[in-house]
């Protein structure tokens, strides 16, 4: 770790499954106004463009058309934010990937490394970027997977039993 001038951040982001969907364009629209992946989303238009262009010309049924997802997007900025941030060191693996999905959601796992091996130091960049991706990630139209609480149970048992007008 002293040699290479970087400390390992492998930790997951748990998706609430149900929240993955397919984007529309008006929502493709509205997420270019993030400039880390204004890029990715017209290479990514371009990209299905042509291919759903050639699938659809062979007479294919439109079902079997490629589109963008919130989830692949939301991957994707999370590449380009690690990119771009002064703490992680560029030098070394960097990748955002799916795991396996499971009862807890399904984990999205930042495998990256910062630029200090200064433990302190490297605990504070590494909640610097889950803060920003908690915070951001509802931008997405996506939902991290957390165990129901007290205040579910007693918010949705409140739902339940309100009395009939």
Same mark, same amino acid.
């Given at each position: 770790m002293s040699e290479?001038?970087?400390?390992?951040?492998?930790?997951? !982001?748990y998706i609430d499954q149900t929240s993955v969907r397919f984007l529309t364009e008006e929502e493709r629209q509205r997420l270019r106004r993030f400039a880390l992946i204004d890029d990715y !989303?017209? /290479?990514? /238009?371009a990209q299905l463009e042509?291919?759903?262009? $050639?699938?659809?010309?062979?007479?294919?049924?439109?079902?079997?058309?490629? /589109? $963008?997802?919130? !989830? +692949?997007? *939301?991957r994707a900025y999370i590449a380009e934010y690690l990119r771009a941030h002064p703490g992680v060191h560029q030098g070394m693996t960097l990748m955002v990937r799916q795991l396996q999905p499971g009862a807890t +959601?399904?984990?999205l796992e #930042?495998?990256? *490394?910062?630029?200090?091996?200064? =433990? $302190?130091?490297?605990? +504070? #960049?590494?909640?610097? #970027? *889950?803060d920003h991706l908690y915070a951001i990630v509802r931008e997405f139209d996506l939902r991290v997977f957390q165990e129901p609480t007290g205040?579910?149970? /007693?918010? =949705?048992?409140?739902?339940? $039993?309100?009395?009939?007008?």
């Open positions: 290479s001038g970087g400390r390992r951040i492998k930790r997951s !982001l !989303l017209e /290479r990514k /238009r042509a291919y759903n262009e $050639v699938l659809l010309s062979e007479g294919k049924d439109p079902v079997n058309t490629r /589109r $963008v997802t919130n !989830l +692949g997007t *939301f +959601g399904l984990p #930042i495998y990256c *490394f910062t630029n200090t091996t200064e =433990w $302190v130091a490297y605990e +504070g #960049i590494q909640a610097d #970027i *889950f205040q579910d149970l /007693r918010a =949705w048992r409140a739902e339940s $039993v309100k009395p009939e007008a």
